[in-house]
């Protein structure tokens, strides 16, 4: 489809700018200078603990998920808003996880290395690179027994999850048993503070699909359109039961590891040449030249800061959980025997 | 009406799992070699019963294995995962430390994960160093998951069972010589998680143990009680939730506690409940657990790993003298 020209378009571009209202409101957040109301907070954080932000890669979640079903599950990386919020789940509770509050979907547990929302089949960021992999083969493998729908699960990794064994443990599991399960490897460039080129023998995510005979699609993941249009095929393709399935999508980490790494050990030509093609000014010239007005586009950045300013009042004002939360769900079988 | 029948440990596990797969469509196994019955019959002629789709022969790949059973659980199954032996479940250890027992807690309750992570444990002769570990105690130290270490083939059969209905996330210790053990296995008595067997009864002193050691508890057992001395002989079964009530109690009746474990002795799971009882009761306490050492492979090198019926008779003696 050319959803350049069409709603289609228009709502990928919200789902970016929605994912880039929220990390940019959860990273200032995180540095304890602004409150939700824009006064010098004067204090912790709202926000603590590792904030893992996707600036810069809100194509491919948002071209992704676009073809994705409330009852598809997914599974992420612990760079996960941007999946979580494309999947389909409400962003205010999603800030109210992050300020760990006890009406976030976790309950406040979890933040955001943890974020998730089951309701809509997103199965959970994860704090261990490369986890998320056999468990969504698990999922899949599931939906292919349970034969009840072609629903499909999507696994989101990163290049540095390449190197570590469950990914080449998981994807020839897929292959095996030919699982309906897309694999989506979000190539931001780098493994926390390491470049991940010098660390990965070989050609990358794509080339280790392939030697597995899993087909693999390599992508502009900056262009949210070419994502788009990939992953309606690849997804076609799985739903379709062809088995895995696997997109390589070429993107940046505009920021550090974490929220307060300034990413000091990076060539700054390197950013400065990757903010170039920033998914979002990238998508919203598109449209414009498209022919789609510069109001509409307005509105959708400024619905999106609302929403957000909501959210963090929200946030802000929700009750922490109560302590004993602490000691429920933990486990059923022997409950109250943790003192 | 079942009757009761002599079966192995072995033969009991397999009936457990059949009688949880026809209850319940959602049972489904995963491992290598679970097809042809597993490498110690534990799923002999299951396949055979439900067909490749539920008991479904894995690639060597316990970390997709593991962390397979959890997107399984998540999506509705109820997985039983094989390990192999527990020395192997270590190359799933993310899977089942970080993923398996952390799910349902850090995403505030959205998702359960009720599997059964069987993993044989123990010394198997001649099998050395990455053959023959005693890992329970690392599990049970573990939030989240439910520790099961049966001694006999009904307590196999019932725990098993137990096991796979409960909804947590359990790590299912057999132990890897007690697969040829026979006995009496009645289908109409459930063995429940969390729940001690008394094995002897006495007021001499209180002997706790479990798996395999609990034969080598028995017989010490049936040595001191020709010496006139009456042991409390409890087989823990399940290691986490332990049986603090049973345990207790006796230790207050006997004012006496020998804890004896197949696993190193260091920081093992016998401190735990030696450290309770002393808190609880002020019994007198000793524990008996293998050195600090690998277990080595030549007759000589393992015996040292072992903890014998002399050696037990001798510390229980020893605590009544």
């Given at each position: 489809m050319d959803s350049s020209t069409s709603g289609a378009g228009e709502a990928l571009y919200r789902t970016m700018v929605r994912i880039r209202a929220f990390e940019n409101a959860a990273e200032t957040a995180s540095q304890g200078g602004v409150s939700a109301y824009g006064q010098q907070a004067g204090g912790a954080a709202k926000v603590r603990g590792p904030l893992h932000l996707s600036t810069g890669q809100e194509a491919v979640p948002a071209g992704v998920c676009a073809h994705l079903r409330t009852s598809d599950y997914l599974t992420s990386t612990h760079r996960g808003h941007g999946h979580t919020l494309a999947k389909g789940a409400d962003l205010t509770r999603m800030m109210c996880e992050l300020f760990g509050k006890a009406t976030g979907f976790n309950g406040g547990k979890g933040g955001s290395m943890h974020i998730a929302d089951f309701s809509v089949g997103m199965l959970g960021a994860n704090g261990v690179v490369a986890a998320g992999l056999p468990i969504a083969v698990g999922a899949a493998h599931a939906q292919k027994l349970m034969k009840k729908s072609d629903d499909i699960t999507v696994c989101f990794f990163g290049d540095g999850a390449i190197n570590r064994g469950p990914f080449l443990e998981a994807l020839n599991w897929a292959r095996v048993y030919e699982l309906p399960v897309l694999f989506v490897c979000e190539d931001n460039r780098w493994s926390a503070t390491t470049a991940s080129g010098p660390m990965t023998a070989g050609d990358g995510a794509s080339a280790r699909a392939a030697s597995m005979d899993i087909a693999a699609t390599q992508v502009d993941g900056n262009d949210v359109f070419a994502v788009h249009e990939a992953a309606a095929r690849l997804v076609n393709e799985v739903r379709g039961g062809a088995g895995p399935r696997l997109l390589h999508a070429l993107?940046?980490?505009?920021?550090?590891?974490?929220?307060?790494?300034?990413?000091?050990?990076?060539?700054?030509?390197?950013?400065?040449?990757?903010?170039?093609?920033?998914?979002?000014a990238r998508t919203r010239g598109h449209l414009l030249s498209a022919g789609v007005n510069a109001a509409t586009l307005d509105a959708i950045e400024n619905a999106a800061r609302d929403e957000v300013d909501t959210a963090l009042a929200i946030a802000d004002a929700a009750p922490w959980p109560d302590a004993s939360a602490a000691f429920t769900d933990v486990q059923t079988t022997g409950a109250g025997q943790w003192h | 009406m079942a009757l009761s029948k002599e079966l192995s440990y072995s033969e009991a596990a397999v009936l457990a799992v059949q009688r949880e797969m026809e209850a319940d469509a959602r049972v489904v196994v995963l491992g290598e070699d679970v097809g042809r019955g597993g490498i110690f019959g534990q799923y002999r002629g299951l396949q055979q019963t439900f067909g490749a789709e539920r008991v479904i022969d894995t690639p060597i790949s316990e970390a997709a294995i593991m962390g397979a059973g959890v997107g399984m659980a998540l999506a509705g199954l109820r997985p039983v995962v094989e390990m192999r032996v527990v020395d192997f479940a270590l190359c799933g250890m993310d899977e089942l430390v970080n993923q398996a027992a952390k799910n349902r807690f850090m995403f505030g309750g959205q998702g359960r994960v009720p599997l059964v992570a069987r993993m044989p444990g123990g010394i198997w002769d001649a099998s050395a160093a990455q053959h023959s570990?005693?890992?329970?105690?690392?599990?049970?130290?573990?939030?989240?998951?439910?520790?099961?270490?049966?001694?006999?083939?009904?307590?196999?059969?019932?725990?098993?069972?137990?096991?796979?209905?409960?909804?947590?996330?359990?790590?299912?210790?057999?132990?890897?010589?007690?697969?040829?053990?026979?006995?009496?296995?009645?289908?109409?008595?459930?063995?429940?998680?969390?729940?001690?067997?008394?094995?002897?009864?006495?007021?001499?002193l209180t002997l706790v143990s479990w798996s395999r050691q609990m034969q080598a508890c028995a017989a010490a057992c049936d040595a001191l009680a020709a010496e006139g001395i009456a042991v409390d002989l409890i087989d823990l079964r399940t290691l986490w939730p332990w049986d603090r009530e049973t345990v207790l109690s006796s230790c207050a009746r006997t004012g006496r506690l020998l804890v004896v474990h197949e696993a190193v002795q260091a920081a093992g799971f016998g401190a735990e409940i030696a450290a309770s009882a002393a808190e609880a009761t002020g019994c007198r306490i000793a524990r008996l657990g293998a050195p600090r050492i690998p277990v080595g492979y030549a007759p000589v090198l393992e015996a040292q790993s072992r903890v014998g019926v002399e050696a037990i008779a001798a510390a229980a003696k020893k605590l009544l003298g």
């Open positions: 993107t940046y980490r505009v920021k550090g590891h974490v929220s307060v790494d300034l990413a000091a050990y990076r060539d700054p030509a390197e950013l400065a040449a990757a903010l170039e093609t920033d998914p979002i | 570990q005693s890992l329970e105690a690392w599990f049970a130290h573990l939030p989240g998951v439910v520790v099961v270490s049966p001694s006999t083939p009904q307590d196999n059969y019932g725990l098993l069972r137990a096991a796979l209905q409960c909804g947590d996330p359990v790590v299912y210790i057999e132990h890897k010589t007690l697969w040829g053990l026979r006995g009496e296995v009645d289908e109409d008595i459930a063995v429940p998680l969390g729940k001690a067997a008394r094995v002897r009864e006495g007021n001499a």
